[in-house]
């Protein structure tokens, strides 16, 4: 009786094993999954397109009729800077100029360089709406790129750790504000804490 027992035993861990075997070697389809959704955007392509990129400064949290908003869209024909007083959107001042596919392509390029779609989990818990009270405010869209373009990503100027954007704020704020001229600017952003 012995016997059976010690090689069925044996069968069974022996079962096990090759089962085990099996069951790892298998490509459930994980690592690779991870790598498309890691995978970065060549976002230069968008250059051909209607494909335009936002970024939306918001001011600190304040009374209504002194919030500010600074919103500069820059697409393939033209950038348009607009600012808007108050929580509702109500634009005051609007500054638009042209451009052309080669220089968005440099635009595209230089946020590509930068890893502008990189990404990282900000904290849990945390509220866009009332984050950084006392600071901006950052959100960054692909506009008219679909379900299949980079998401949107917003940082704050009360630290890094804040927010999903995990580029050089400083440098992309910089790149967003030099695509209308400077005297285009200082028009749009005179008497503002832009």
């Avoid at 044996?10 to 075997?21: E, H, P, T």
Wanted: glycine letters at 10%.
């Amino acid at each position: 009786m012995n016997g059976r027992r010690l090689i069925l035993a044996i069968g069974v861990v022996v079962f096990v094993v090759i089962v085990s075997i099996i069951i790892f070697r298998i490509d459930w389809g994980g690592s690779k999954a991870v790598q498309e959704i890691v995978r970065p955007v060549n976002i230069a392509d968008y250059a051909d397109t209607d494909v335009k990129v936002l970024m939306s400064t918001r001011s600190y949290i304040n009374s209504n009729q002194e919030h500010q908003v600074l919103n500069i869209t820059v697409g393939r024909d033209q950038t348009v800077g607009e600012l808007i007083n108050g929580y509702q959107g109500d634009v005051v001042r609007t500054e638009r100029t042209g451009s052309n596919p080669t220089s968005y392509r440099a635009f595209l390029s230089a946020l590509h360089n930068a890893q502008f779609t990189k990404s990282q989990l900000p904290p849990t818990g945390v509220q866009y709406d009332g984050v950084c009270p006392t600071g901006s405010r950052y959100t960054f869209e692909f506009i008219g790129a679909g379900e299949d373009g980079p998401a949107s990503l917003w940082a704050t100027s009360c630290g890094k750790k804040i927010g999903n954007f995990a580029c050089n704020l400083s440098g992309v704020k910089k790149l967003f504000n030099a695509q209308l001229p400077k005297e285009q600017f200082e028009a749009l952003t005179a008497d503002t804490p832009f």
